[in-house]
């Protein structure tokens, strides 16, 4: 398998859509699908379906050159009590339904300024952008469709329309 030529390093408080998305600009391909391909990983696939018991980071690790541990802070491994070993029943349906699956929230202003989704935002309860303190959106205010975590350009939904002019509500 082909590594890429550049890599960029995770940050910490990202997600794996994200980070892929960041491979996606840095390697200066038009869209994720190549990677995506590459790693294994259908575009169907969400947060919670890419748990550490049931998904094989094989293909991501090859293709980038990081280690698991790199790649297993991008999901909730560690949060949801998974070691590499066993999980606990408990944490493991908390992680399958606790998270999202193929549609994501977003933070305009977050997306704006950091070029990445937050990895809280797959959590399905989290309603607010801690940073920004505004509404989460879920939907496009244009199409009034679900928001995928899987898009050709990271920054635009389906319709094109651009996730970072997004109008949001602000909570305070």
Not at 10 to 20: A, G, K, M, V
Not at 23 to 47: D, F, M, R, V
Not at 73 to 82: D, I, N, P, R, V
Not at 94 to 117: D, H, R, S, W
Request: glycine content about 4%.
């Amino acid at each position: 398998m082909p590594k890429l030529l550049r890599v960029v390093q995770p940050n910490t408080t990202e997600n794996i859509y994200s980070f892929i998305n960041r491979l996606t600009e840095e390697n200066k391909y038009e869209a994720n699908t190549w990677i995506l391909k590459q790693a294994h990983i259908p575009n169907y696939y969400g947060p919670r379906n890419l748990l550490p018991w049931n998904f094989n980071f094989k293909h991501l690790i090859e293709l980038t050159g990081l280690d698991l541990e790199q790649i297993g802070s991008l999901t909730f491994q560690k949060e949801f009590g998974y070691e590499g070993k066993e999980y606990e029943l408990f944490n493991h349906l908390l992680y399958k339904e606790a998270l999202m699956g193929k549609t994501c929230k977003v933070c305009p202003k977050c997306i704006n300024e950091f070029g990445q989704n937050h990895k809280l935002w797959d959590i399905r309860f989290l309603l607010i952008c801690p940073i920004h303190k505004n509404l989460l959106m879920s939907h496009c205010p244009s199409c009034k469709k679900a928001i995928p975590q899987y898009r050709r350009n990271f920054y635009k939904c389906a319709c094109s329309s651009d996730i970072r002019t997004f109008l949001f509500k602000a909570c305070y």
